[in-house]
């Protein structure tokens, strides 16, 4: 498939491969169990669109603006999501990305349990006031990403790095981290361990 059609509202069980768009909104149309292949999705907005089961591949995706739209069991492989608004979604449940870079998105007050992060880039990504119980981050890479007021209750942070994480200001109970890079969250007790 080369266009995503104005005129087709619903696409089941298709391989979706080698789009480019750019500034261009895409409205009212539902995506199930698809398959997105090396797409690219610059400064677009989905407006009111259905991502059901649904699989990005070797993917671009900036600055998108999911307006209004529905995420549930999404994977994303070997993709740059960078900068998107999450927040401005209807519904987001059961995200899991694999060797993506999440750079500069948005995911704060979001209830997410059980996202999956393994082997990321996360700079400077918000976490704010979300609910990340039980999630899976090991191996990413969180360079200066914001988390306060986050539900980590359970959280695996192993191999991950790069994290700044007020145990007085988020919720890590039972949360699981690895050294050497355990150690940074004693920096909010402002002590010196040598």
């Known amino acids: 498939m080369n266009l995503i059609s ?12 080698g789009l480019t ?17 090396k797409c690219i999705f610059i400064s677009c907005a ?3 669109c259905r991502f059901i089961d649904c699989a990005f591949n070797n993917c671009s995706i900036s600055a998108e603006k999911p307006i209004n739209s529905t995420f549930v069991n999404i994977k994303f492989r070997n993709s ?3 900068g998107c608004d999450w927040t401005k979604a209807k519904t ?12 500069y998105s948005n995911f704060s007050f979001l209830k997410l349990p059980f996202l999956k ?7 400077e990504a918000n976490f704010n006031d979300a609910d990340l119980s039980d999630a899976n981050f090991k191996g990413t890479d ?11 209750f359970r959280a695996d942070f192993r191999n991950a790095y790069n994290y ?8 890590v109970k039972k949360a699981k981290f690895s050294l050497p890079d355990a150690a940074a969250l004693l920096k909010s007790f402002d002590i010196e361990v040598e």
Request: glycine share 2%.
């Open 21 to 37: 768009y750019t500034d261009t909104k895409i409205q009212n149309i539902e995506f199930e169990n698809c398959i997105f292949e």
């Open 164 to 171: 700044g994480i007020d145990l007085n200001s988020n919720k």
């Open 46 to 48: 989905f407006e009111n």
């Open 142 to 152: 969180f360079l200066q990403s914001i988390f306060s007021n986050t539900n980590l």
């Open 6 to 17: 104005d005129k087709k509202s619903s696409y089941l069980q298709e391989k979706i491969e």
């Open 80 to 82: 740059k999501i960078m």
């Open 117 to 123: 992060l393994f082997n990321c880039t996360a700079k």
């Open 92 to 103: 987001v449940r059961f995200l899991e990305f694999e060797n993506c870079d999440i750079s």
